[in-house]
């Protein structure tokens, strides 16, 4: 639980929610545990140079006093920007050469740290649930061996991302996401990214050069990114802008 600025509790996502969202949450739990997931982890994607704080709707990562240890893990975190990427979802072997990035997240760091066994991560199932410009969360579970086939865990991908639509309660959530994009630089960086030239976007919104520019460096700084390309590449990522 964290706090207001008066030094009061402020209330934690979750109970924010009606109970539709809560029952949403407690089936997807127990359906990555009837899996064999042992440590579980389903939040609001923070953005680049964001944390975790007042994102997380359910955890058994590592124990609950430890909670701000996980609070505390950024949007750069390498796992949640390969979840972040995901249009479908991803069943990783952790014991797998090739997933051996894995091992650089802090995410799993903590679990290692918690002294939990190494049996306990060595499957990894990873869900990306998003309604553009409303919620997008992140879901990670791991158990020394997930039981679920491709089939059966793209069944679980998509039923959740038609639940989302029926919970309004969860759109509470972007709303307490820490460094969105203003409306505007989302307008800017979505002409950029369709090819539009500053002159033209100045134009168009009516609007200086200077302007347009100021705007594609702070949605850059926002996104932590080092050129326009990036930028979008990024805030597209993060549900910040919607092409095609």
Known sequence: MSQ???????????????????????????QLISFG????????????????????????WIREEDEERVSSIK???ILLRKIASLTSPRHWDLTEGQNRWIHQSTLIHLL???????S?????????????????????????????SDRDLFTVFCN????????????????????????RERHVLTLTAEGKTASHIASELRISQRTVH???????????????????VEAVRYGQIELG
């Open 4 to 30: 207001n600025e008066d030094g009061t509790d402020s209330p934690s996502p979750t109970a924010r929610f009606c109970a539709d969202t809560i029952s949403f949450l407690d089936n997807l739990t127990a």
């Open 120 to 148: 306990d991560f060595e499957d990894m199932i990873g869900l990306h649930l998003h309604q553009f410009d409303r919620v997008q969360l992140a879901v990670c579970a791991v158990g020394e061996k997930l039981d679920i």
């Open 75 to 77: 949007g750069s975190d």
């Open 112 to 118: 290692k740290r918690s002294g939990c066994p190494g």
């Open 214 to 232: 100021a705007h594609l460096q702070n949605a850059s700084d926002k996104m932590l990114a080092s050129n326009k390309t990036q930028t979008v």
């Open 160 to 183: 959740a991302q038609v639940a989302l639509r029926e919970l309004p309660s969860l759109a509470s959530l972007a709303a307490s996401r820490p460094g969105e994009l203003s409306s």
């Open 37 to 60: 997931a042992k440590h579980i982890l389903i939040t609001g994607l923070p953005l680049p140079g964001k944390d975790l704080t007042d994102l997380i709707l359910r955890q058994n």
